[in-house]
Every structure is written in C-alpha cells, then in structure tokens.
C-alpha cells in the first residue's frame, strides 16, 4: 500500500498544480466566449489543433525517450545534451521551413491570409514548447514535482494575466490569445533550462542517439493518431456543408459558429482530462521504478483499480450537473462559466468524459508496452484510432454534427483501450478485471442518462433527479473498491 500511496502523492502534487494551472486558465473560457463570438472563437480552436498536430513531429517522441533511458543517471546528462542539440537542430529546420511554406499551411488550416501574424507566433509557441519538453521530462523523472508544479502553474499566471491585460487594457483583438502564450513559453522555458543547467555538462554522444531515436520515432506515428483523435474533428466540423449546420443547430448558425461551440463545450470534459494527465505525470515514472518489483502485476492492476474509482465519481458528477456547472457566474468576469450562446453543445459532454476515461485506460495499459520496449505497436494502434476517428466523423457529421464528432472520438479511445489491453497483456500479465470495470462503466452511463427520465417521471426538477442518482452511483463505487481489495 505504500507504493500507492507514493503513486498517489505524485498524482495530488502534479494534480494540484494542474487543477490550480487548469482553473487559472479555464477562466478563459469565460472570458473568451464572452468578447469573441463564437465564429471568432474557431480561430483559436483550429490553430491549438494545428499546434497539437506540429508538438508530435518537432518533439519525435524525445520525452517519453529520455524517462525511458534517464532513469540511468550516469547516463542522463549525456543522453539530456544529446536529446536537447537533436531538437534544437530539427525544430529550427522545420520552423523555417513552415514558415516558408506559410501560404498553403494557412490554406490547410482552413485560415486567411489576415492571420498570418497569429500564424508566426504559433511557429514561435512550437518552438519554445519543444525545448522545454525534455528539461520538465527531467524534473517528473527525479521527482522534483513542486518545482514541475511552480512552473506550470506560472505559465499559466503569465499567459491568463496577459490576456486580461492586452484585450481590456489595450483592447487587442484574437491575436492577445496567441501574444501571451508566446510571452509565456519564453518566460517558462528560460527558466526551465536554469533549473535544469547542469545537465549540459554532458556530452553529445553518438551511441546514444540511435538508441532514442529507435524509441522515440514510433511515437511520432503515435502521437499524430492521437492528435487526430483530439483534434481532427474541428476541421471536419468547420468543413461541413452550411445547408447542414443550419438544418441542426438552427437559421444563421455556420460551421465556423459550430466549431466555437464545440470547443468551448468540449472544455468542461478537462475534469477527466485533468484528473487523466495528472495521473499520468505521475504513473509513468512510477511504474518506471517499480518495473522490477516481483509484485509489479499486482501493484499495477491495484493502481488501475483506484484509478477507474476517481474516475467514476468525476463523470458521475460533470455529466449529471453540466448544466449547473457552465451556469456558474464568475465574479470577477462577471459572467457564466461559459457563455449561454454556447450551451447547446453540452450534450457532447457526457461522451467526452466516457472518451477520456477510456484513454486513462489506455495509459494504464501503456507500462508492459514501455518496460518491455514494444513501443513499436502503439503507432499501429493510435493509427486504427485515428482511423476511426475519420470515418465516424465523415459517417455522422450530416446527421449529427457535433454529437457525431464526440462518438468518433468516443469510439476512437474506446477500441484503443481495448486493443493496447490484448496486446499489453501478451507481453506482461497483469490483471485488470476488464470485465468488473467496465460493468462499473456502464452503470454510471446509464445513470447519467436516467436522470431526465427520472425527472420527468416523478416530476422532479433535474437537479434533485442527478442527486438522487449520484447516491447509488456513490454506493456502487465504494462496493466496488471493496470488492475488489478483498
């Protein structure tokens, strides 16, 4: 138990700094849905996605590289400087490059020429970002999680404070979003490279550069399933007929006001993602060391256990009161968490929750892949996602706009998880009990979906049905820890 309590303290500590970074910078979402409307609002979004897809291929899989091999810490400063000069090298040749090419990246990008400005600071975002990836690698790696924390956590300071700053006090227009997150990274990743100077005492070392590059490659492929997974869906959204966003969401309404929607909708599913990523900050470097534990199986299905727990009881209460949650005025914004204009996205929620859940799924499943360095299939998985990814979309967005985009991400992590589960098990056996932990699943999306029966069935507001809901939902999960640690 005191390894997971361990697991559990790293999980608390990056958790803290991410729920603190994450309710610095939701109030964005506040803020933008308010002065940007909500066509103006897709501007941010398709630029972020084109940001999510561009990180995999300047970063080459270089963090997950360096956790893997600079647990040898003889080894680690070489493999740092090592790691740190390849990025260097290929970030700047790809920003050049893309910036050279900047008229038919803004053309794929659904974007004029009037955002080419916004368009060279996402260069310099990519940049900074890439070169801080692997000195925040470092700091996971050694356990230095309160000063990962400050540094997250200032990042977002700068980049929320700048935003009040330059669109109230200087009344800047869309590029104040893009202006402060550059600022930001410049700022984080100056002093990211203090903390972390003496490892460039190291030297650059040929053997090792095979070695990481051999690893992290495949996390190129990988990652860009993922992105697809999380972001492709707003440019199918903002591609699709007029005729067809106006038929489902009602006269006036473009795809470019869908994507605002969706985005800013999608936003409330960071409860998972957060509580997803701060267990992930903590459970790779866990299982790391504890990898030649002779109770390692155990450990790690006891992890997955408490894990799925958490995992409950955060889409049990973000999917039953979403709607009170976005009507939450901010005192300070004196405004809705997020603005009504943008309400009648909300139902994607409770299928953006399930979809993270799943990939937390797939985080778990992810150790026996990277202790017995099978990184090689997990592009082949991610690519499937993406796959389905594509496919559902293009399947569901004439019918159901948004809600289409959700299932295909729904169904993308869904049948990851499940793959990288089969597969994970050949090559360690642990055992996860997928059947009990999906029926645990289930039950909380058939509350979620209850609730409006139930509150017209006994003419209850919704409110008090979700409340009477959450009860056994609760009951179900403290009988399934106790079950299960029997």
Not at 180 to 208: F, H, M, P, R
Not at 213 to 225: H, N, Q, S, V
Not at 227 to 255: C, H, Q, W
Not at 295 to 303: V, Y
């Amino acid at each position: 138990m005191s390894k997971l309590r361990e697991l559990f303290s790293d999980s608390v500590i990056y958790g803290f700094s991410n729920v603190v970074a994450r309710f610095i910078n939701y109030l964005l979402v506040p803020f933008h849905t308010d002065v940007f409307s909500t066509a103006r609002y897709s501007i941010v979004s398709l630029v972020y996605a084109a940001i999510t897809f561009l990180n995999v291929i300047l970063q080459m899989g270089m963090e997950s590289a360096y956790l893997r091999y600079a647990e040898d810490r003889k080894e680690a400063s070489n493999i740092f400087k090592t790691i740190q000069l390849s990025l260097l090298g290929v970030s700047t040749v790809a920003v050049v490059l893309l910036w050279l090419f900047m008229p038919v990246a803004l053309s794929a990008m659904n974007l004029d020429s009037g955002t080419s400005g916004i368009y060279i600071m996402m260069l310099g975002i990519l940049w900074f970002d890439t070169l801080a990836i692997v000195p925040f690698a470092e700091l996971r790696l050694v356990r230095k999680s309160i000063q990962f924390a400050i540094l997250k956590t200032l990042h977002v300071i700068i980049n929320v404070g700048l935003n009040f700053y330059l669109i109230l006090s200087l009344d800047y227009g869309i590029e104040a979003v893009f202006i402060a997150n550059l600022v930001a990274s410049v700022i984080i990743t100056g002093l990211i490279w203090a903390v972390t100077a003496d490892l460039w005492k190291g030297e650059w070392s040929q053997k090792w550069v095979g070695t990481i590059f051999r690893f992290g490659l495949p996390f190129i492929p990988a990652g860009l399933g993922h992105a697809t997974n999380e972001m492709l869906d707003r440019f199918l959204l903002n591609s699709m007929d007029p005729s067809v966003a106006e038929k489902l969401y009602g006269s006036g309404i473009t795809p470019e006001d869908v994507v605002g929607i969706y985005s800013a909708c999608y936003k409330l599913a960071v409860f998972m993602l957060l509580m997803v990523q701060m267990y992930r900050m903590a459970w790779q470097p866990f299982f790391m060391r504890y990898s030649r534990d002779e109770e390692s199986a155990t450990l790690f299905s006891r992890a997955f256990i408490y894990f799925n727990a958490f995992a409950a009881v955060a889409y049990l209460v973000v999917a039953l009161f979403r709607e009170q949650i976005v009507a939450i005025n901010v005192p300070v914004l004196n405004a809705t968490l997020i603005n009504s204009e943008y309400w009648p996205g909300l139902e994607i929620v409770p299928l953006l929750l399930l979809a993270y859940w799943f990939q937390g799924w797939y985080i778990n499943f992810s150790s026996g892949i990277f202790i017995k360095e099978k990184t090689s299939v997990l592009y082949k998985i991610t690519l499937l996602g993406a796959g389905i990814t594509l496919a559902v979309n293009l399947a569901l967005i004439p019918y159901y706009g948004m809600m289409g985009s959700a299932a295909a991400t729904l169904a993308s992590y869904g049948v990851m998880a499940f793959v990288l589960g089969i597969y994970s098990k050949r090559v360690m056996e642990v055992n996860y009990r997928i059947p009990l932990n999906l029926g645990l699943m289930i039950f909380c999306v058939i509350l979620v979906y209850t609730a409006p029966l139930v509150s017209a069935w006994m003419n209850m507001s919704y409110v008090v049905a979700s409340s009477l809901l959450l009860i056994p939902g609760l009951a179900a999960i403290g009988g399934y820890i106790y079950f299960t640690e029997r």
